[in-house]
């Protein structure tokens, strides 16, 4: 079974911390990394290998700063965007910044799963993963 790893991203410690404990309970999950949503989490993120990008969109720092980091780590690989907000305006404005899925924060977490599982197989852009 390929592994699929994965860059988590939240403002809040506890919040990630708890995220990579449940990722890890599936046998093909691997968290390389785990970061806050910092202006140079960009660069951070091109340094990381990860085949997906977890992302809560709802983190400190505001949504116009954690859409610039969406875009620009969506050119990349695919990422996966959680949030409170499951409002079609805002799912469809996220989806047109580059993210491959929005998952409303109160799905279950076989929603989640899903989500990365079909990322990394249609890696960036819907193309088929290498």
């Known amino acids: 079974m390929k592994q699929i790893t994965l860059l988590l991203v939240d403002g809040e410690p506890s919040v990630l911390h708890a995220l990579r404990m449940r990722l890890e309970?599936?046998?093909d999950f691997r968290v390389v990394a785990d970061a806050l949503p910092t202006e140079d989490l960009g660069q951070t993120a091109d340094t990381v290998e990860a085949d997906v990008v977890v992302l809560d969109i709802d983190a400190p720092g505001g949504r116009g700063l954690l859409l610039g980091l969406l875009q620009r780590l969506a050119s990349t690989r695919p990422v996966i965007v959680l949030s409170l907000s499951d409002e079609a305006e805002f799912v469809r404005a996220v989806l047109e910044a580059g993210a491959t899925a929005v998952i409303a924060k109160q799905e279950p977490t076989a929603?989640?799963?899903?989500?990365?599982?079909?990322?990394?197989?249609?890696?960036r852009n819907g193309r088929a993963a290498r």
Do not use: K, N, Q, V
């Open 111 to 123: 929603a989640l799963f899903e989500a990365i599982r079909t990322a990394s197989l249609r890696g």
């Open 25 to 27: 309970l599936e046998p």
